[in-house]
């Protein structure tokens, strides 16, 4: 497996406030759904839009004497998250009751793990621009049960309760307070989002609640965040406030924006942050208290009497290690080394892996890595943009693609026939080599041919034979006309050099 890519760690941005300067320090908790058939304790089905309450076991509704039982499957998802974040896997870990009342928790408690979490500390690498990343420590991830929904806006006097996420199966990865920007905690998101459906252990999607942060915000003076990282003593730092249920990458910069600000003039005023969780109303741009300190639940953990410890082996880990995909920097650094791209286009063909797949593809057919790259790149994505679909949608196969590719490589077809060619595939299909030998479009190589256009081209305007010899950037001009007569079929190289070669440039 391959290395990282160098990287530096950004610079931390300074946030001036009416009296001095202050500093960001983040830290989040990721909510990210299992990606599984059935819940975390019973077999009810995770189907997302069925019909309220339609996806409901007795176990999932707290029935009396029912039972939960744990889903494999599940555990094993956790554990493969855990591996693909370079985390330590506890073969030990169990499960406890936190106990709160909700509507939508009809046992009135949480299965979730406190003390014993099945994946321990972990890493996340978050590219903020070509060679420069931040190192963002994971702290733990513990899987825990997802609560049901309750809806507001159906009735103006009454609320309903739809239970059918209720015992889903959450992993909760929990970060240090190592993110030091607004911009930073979005890109940690989508990066922690690009690794999970790498893994295949989450789906990702944000829209519909699948992937959500809580973000813990705080501020400093410049200077003390380096004293907590030499002692890890927390009272270094602002005391933080939570904001919850993040699921937009956007709104979560402009949360943090907000509440820096928020927590910045209470400072300067000379008075005190009360740690405390608080919502962001985006229509308003402002985060408003949900609960404070002083009003926060005591949980009342402790360990669920009617699960066991969770004991897995390290055999059965070490067998889950050897079916992890390659991994987004690994990839990256691949395409970087073997295919001599750049670290932002390999970026971008590994932001998901069927854009990574789909290039892989072009370049086994097309055998240039650089020029593959500049075709899915910008003509095919920009084409796919333009129409507002998706890859999956592509109306050109990474064969055809490929092949037009090779036929460029090969001196068969100039740029500019290739974008035609592009063209006729993707709206009409077909093989490339053939469209190009039918509609006579290969490049002409002759040199006779090419020459005789050129001398044509030079002997019809002596006025700008006289001007391109006086400024030889105007040749480029003689090379355009000899294109524009050969319908653009001249290899170009070879009239720019025959040009030159008879003007004496």
Known sequence: MLDHLEYTTPKVKTIAGA???WELVIGMEIHAQVASNAKLFSGASTQFGNEPNSNVSFVDAAMPGMLPVINEFCVEQAVRTGLGLKADINLFSAFDRKNYYYPDQPAGYQISQLYHPIVGEGEVLVDMEPGVARLV?????????DAGKSIHDMDPNSSFVDLNRAGVALMEIVSRPDIRSAEEAAAYML???????????CDGDMQNGNLRADVNVSVCRPGQYEKYQETQDFSHLGTRCEIKNMNSTRFIQQAIEVEARRQIAILEDGGEVDQETRGFDPDRGETRTQRSKEEAHDYRYFPDPDLLPLEIEQSWVDDIAKTLPELPDEKKARFVKGFGLSEYDAGVLTADTVNADYFEKVVATGKDGKLSANWVINELFGRLKKDDKDIADCPVSPEQLGGIVALIKAGDISG???????????????DPAKIVEERGMKQVTDMGAIEAAVDEVIAANPAQVEKAKANPKLAGWFVGQVMKASGGKANPAAVNKLISEKLGL
């Open 19 to 21: 009296k001095e300067d």
């Open 137 to 145: 420590r994971i702290e733990r991830i513990h899987l825990e049960q």
């Open 191 to 201: 990066k922690l989002r690009q690794i999970l459906r790498y893994l295949g252990t």
């Open 416 to 430: 500019k026939i290739a974008k035609d060619l592009f063209e006729i595939v993707y709206t009409e299909g077909g």
